[in-house]
């Protein structure tokens, strides 16, 4: 095998390891777009306060029922 022979050889993976690498460069770029978004998303989160549920004001029928006349209720809607 002469010079020539082995350049032409080593070309396709040369080619492979090229798009090789620029599908982890465009994977790496999809990343950092999605945690920049992440970020942003947190940043919105934490402007926001927390309340905690016993300061919610919730109507009389908004009340969360016992399990069991949840049950029962099920039962009449079959």
Known sequence: MDMSDRENADEPASDLLESAAQCAASDLLDLAA???GLA???KALAAKPIVPPSTLLLEPDDQPR???SRG???AGCI
């Open 72 to 74: 029962a209720a099920r």
């Open 66 to 68: 016992a399990s069991s």
């Open 34 to 36: 999605q945690l920049a």
């Open 40 to 42: 942003e998303d947190l």
